[in-house]
């Protein structure tokens, strides 16, 4: 593995800065692969304590659960739709729609998807038939869906280096300087790389600076 | 606040290895505080989801409860007792036990109370009269379970800067070595002192490295 994987949620705010960050980063040559993690699934209650998920996102049917169910399963769906128009679209769908979600504050809803379509300047006839092979688009959920879970992936953004190491990283202020990204960046890998094998750093509560 | 706020309980090998780490930094002039933090009251299913503790450990009888309740409180009130004899007392005391229980494996019971006095130094006749002191030892303990609780403390090592950050710092690798304490405790301050606003750095699963 020679590119960092990204793993993210489309209804999680601090997904959407850690996709700006990194995304930052890819215009200095740094490769990073967007994979996807479902917070709903990660933190329904069926699946507490389980050693293998009970409740997949990927096993729901269209049009039933809770808001957040059904519209992170969509966006899920409607950004694999979109990476069948390749990796550069897949960014700039999911950039799109986080910002449209995070940034203008919209629901996550059909509109949004569409939207973000537009803004992605994807070939909308295309979009729309690669999103009706749902079957084929669950399966590729399905499979970031399992590789974050025996990662143990818990939250998003999270990371996983080529070297191996893996972790959450959660921060407040959003940046799309790639010299700030670049600091912000090279501080979690000194984290994750230390010696001292720091597996956490949290804060008690939340700062209001 | 001009010294660092250092929250731990006897119980936790990261606690020890934080107390080590900034051992390692009072001999450079750093200056830290000794704060008691419960982990079996933070943990005690009374008091989840509670704005404020139901349980506390302060309040229990002696002799009752679990292993880890018994031993825990007993510790603290010990170390408080070693505290009226100074803070170098205190240090030496806490260093101590954290050693006897963590590098050396023994059970945290009156032996290693008794064993760690011994190797602080401390004059073992005063201690065993201050132990006596319940009442006001655990008035003394309450202070510090109610002013972590207050700031969200809810694992140990946690610091509190004079500055006002506060975070959970957990690593599992030893260090005695100021330098190697200093750069330790450095990349710990620039990630809370970051202009990103960084919440929280949680790795996925323990590196085995």
């Not at 049917?61 to 809770?66: A, L, N, S, W």
């Not at 669950?138 to 818990?154: C, I, N, P």
Request: charged share 25%; with cysteine; glycine share 8%.
């Amino acid at each position: 593995m020679t590119s960092t994987d990204l793993f993210f949620d489309f209804i999680c705010p601090y997904a959407w800065r850690g996709l700006e960050l990194v995304n930052a980063l890819r215009a200095e040559g740094e490769t990073f692969r967007l994979r996807h993690f479902s917070l709903v699934q990660g933190n329904h209650a069926d699946n507490a304590g389980q050693p293998e998920p009970r409740w997949w996102l990927t096993d729901q049917p269209p049009g039933e659960g809770t808001v957040s169910q059904q519209s992170s399963l969509a966006a899920f769906l409607a950004a694999g739709a979109a990476a069948r128009q390749g990796e550069e679209a897949a960014w700039a769908f999911s950039l799109a729609l986080l910002r449209i979600r995070h940034e203008d504050g919209q629901p996550l809803d059909e509109a949004a998807l569409t939207q973000a379509a537009q803004t992605a300047g994807l070939d909308s006839g295309r979009w729309a038939a690669d999103r009706a092979d749902e079957t084929g688009l669950r399966e590729g959920l399905r499979t970031d869906l399992s590789e974050a879970h025996r990662l143990g992936v818990f939250g998003t953004p999270t990371f996983v280096l080529p070297d191996g190491h893996a972790a959450y990283y959660r921060f407040d202020h959003l940046t799309r300087d790639p010299q700030v990204a670049r600091e912000r960046w090279q501080l979690y890998r000194d984290v994750l790389q230390s010696e001292a094998g720091i597996g956490t750093i949290k804060r008690t509560r939340r700062m209001t600076r």
